[in-house]
């Protein structure tokens, strides 16, 4: 290893150990807390990956992935661990979650704007453009296609209403065109499971990245970046069922989230603190 490249991992140690130590002293409760997770596998993205914004299982053992820069979805093969298709949808923007819902990829741009790509395999720039009524404030940084043919979508910020004693999930009918103005989903701040955090603080609480649906229970499992950590929430009454804390020394900046149809749970990680990555982890 060269002196350089140690210097990287230096620097990034010392980084994760800073933000960790952080939110021991001022954030989190540690005294009964467990590692509740085990990383399974890894892959180290390429530069092309390197700000990694979202992804989503595209079968076959590849995931579509997306940056936050351009407008490209990145098809990942896992078992060959390099990118093996580009599809570019759209210029430039700032791309932060993309899903699959019948066959259409929807990516969602951090100012509410979805885009509708219907065949990454035929010419590309085919995509429909769908602007919602989100706006910067808002950062939208996570979508999420329901069993029920509607797109879930996680503000990072602000409440459509800029109110309330929770975080707001909100649900788009692609069918009708419909945004619900009022939230499909509620996670409360004032759910006892975030009892395990020394902090009152809305902004640290929860702060979605990306959210997907877990196969077998519909669950929702929820990521956050800031404060890493995956809330796993029933999807009809919004109450937390676990909040699984993710060590910064492991996840530096995770973006990223999707299942498998047969479980398999995948996180991604910009290369913000050293390499982008995707990390197969299973939850206990």
Same mark, same amino acid.
């Given at each position: 290893?060269?002196?350089?490249?140690?210097?990287?991992?230096?620097?990034?140690?010392?980084?994760?150990?800073?933000? !960790?130590?952080? !939110?021991?002293?001022?954030?989190?409760?540690?005294?009964?807390?467990?590692?509740?997770?085990?990383?399974?596998?890894?892959?180290?993205?390429?530069?092309?990956?390197?700000?990694?914004?979202?992804?989503?299982? /595209?079968?076959?053992? $590849?995931?579509?992935?997306?940056?936050?820069?351009?407008?490209?979805?990145?098809?990942?093969?896992?078992?060959?661990?390099?990118?093996?298709?580009?599809?570019?949808?759209?210029?430039?923007?700032?791309?932060?979650?993309?899903?699959?819902?019948?066959?259409?990829?929807?990516?969602?741009?951090?100012?509410?704007? &979805?885009?509708? +790509?219907?065949?990454?395999?035929?010419?590309?720039?085919?995509?429909?453009? +769908?602007?919602?009524?989100?706006?910067?404030?808002?950062?939208?940084?996570?979508?999420?296609?329901?069993?029920?043919?509607? &797109?879930?979508?996680? +503000?990072?910020?602000?409440? &459509?209403?800029?109110?309330?004693?929770?975080?707001?999930?909100?649900?788009?009918?692609?069918?009708?065109?419909?945004?619900?103005?009022?939230?499909?989903?509620?996670?409360?701040?004032?759910?006892?499971?975030?009892?395990?955090?020394?902090?009152?603080?809305?902004?640290? &609480?929860?702060?979605?990245?990306?959210?997907?649906?877990?196969?077998?229970?519909?669950?929702?499992?929820?990521?956050?970046?800031?404060?890493?950590?995956?809330? +796993?929430?029933?999807?009809?009454?919004? $109450?937390?069922?676990?909040?699984?804390?993710?060590?910064? /020394?492991?996840?530096?900046?995770?973006?990223?989230?999707?299942?498998?149809?047969?479980?398999?749970?995948?996180?991604?990680?910009?290369? $913000?603190?050293? /390499?982008?990555?995707?990390?197969?982890? $299973?939850?206990?």
């Amino acid at each position: 290893m060269t002196k350089w490249a140690i210097g990287i991992v230096v620097t990034v140690l010392i980084l994760a150990g800073i933000i !960790y130590a952080v !939110y021991e002293n001022n954030d989190y409760d540690f005294s009964d807390a467990e590692k509740s997770y085990e990383i399974v596998e890894e892959w180290e993205l390429p530069g092309e990956l390197r700000e990694v914004s979202g992804m989503e299982w /595209a079968g076959e053992d $590849k995931i579509a992935c997306i940056q936050d820069e351009d407008g490209i979805i990145f098809i990942y093969d896992l078992k060959a661990s390099r990118i093996v298709k580009q599809y570019r949808f759209d210029a430039g923007g700032d791309y932060e979650a993309i899903t699959l819902l019948e066959d259409n990829y929807w990516v969602a741009e951090s100012n509410g704007r &979805l885009l509708r +790509v219907e065949d990454i395999n035929g010419p590309e720039g085919n995509s429909e453009e +769908v602007k919602l009524k989100f706006e910067y404030r808002n950062n939208i940084e996570g979508i999420a296609a329901s069993d029920a043919g509607d &797109l879930w979508i996680s +503000v990072k910020d602000r409440n &459509l209403d800029n109110q309330g004693d929770y975080k707001g999930i909100y649900s788009f009918n692609p069918e009708t065109g419909i945004l619900d103005m009022d939230p499909v989903l509620k996670v409360k701040y004032n759910d006892p499971e975030f009892d395990v955090f020394r902090t009152s603080n809305p902004r640290k &609480l929860i702060r979605p990245s990306d959210l997907c649906f877990e196969p077998s229970t519909g669950d929702v499992h929820i990521l956050d970046a800031e404060f890493q950590k995956i809330l +796993v929430v029933n999807r009809n009454s919004g $109450k937390i069922k676990k909040i699984h804390l993710l060590d910064p /020394a492991e996840f530096p900046q995770p973006e990223g989230i999707c299942f498998s149809p047969s479980g398999r749970l995948f996180v991604s990680n910009e290369g $913000k603190f050293g /390499a982008p990555t995707i990390k197969e982890i $299973k939850l206990q």
